[in-house]
Nanobody
Framework: QVQLVESGGGLVQPGGSLRLSCAAS?????IRWYRQAPGKERELVAT???????NYVYSVKGRFTISRDNAKNMVFLQMNSLKPEDTALYYC???????WGQGTQVTVSS
């Protein structure tokens, strides 16, 4: 089973940017980024397929970009124009292996 480790979260002001990373211990296929805010259900934010096709939840379209570096077994989530409602614990997930990372906290606040 592939292990996933997220990094890159932090505290940022509204309108700011963060780049999340998901590092895998082996070859990965499609990867999904989820987020979960306190008191809310986990939400699928973005997906990238093995060949690089992407999908986004409507609320982040035009602001977030998911990408991958297959040589390094890594997936990224570039988050721009961040809003307070983007505050959540962000996780990456491999549907093929059923693996989840431990999450990285993103807090958007002035």
């Amino acid at each position: 089973q592939v292990q996933l480790v997220e990094s890159g979260g932090g505290l940022v002001q509204p309108g700011g940017s963060l780049r999340l990373s998901c590092a895998a211990s082996g070859t990965i296929f499609s990867i999904r980024w989820y987020r979960q805010a306190p008191g809310k259900e986990r939400e699928l934010v973005a997906t990238i397929g093995t060949a690089g096709s992407t999908n986004y939840v409507y609320s982040v379209k035009g602001r977030f970009t998911i990408s991958r570096d297959n040589a390094k077994n890594m997936v990224f989530l570039q988050m721009n124009s961040l809003k307070p409602e983007d505050t959540a614990l962000y996780y990456c997930n491999s549907p093929f292996y059923g693996s989840w990372g431990q999450g990285t906290q993103v807090t958007v606040s002035s």
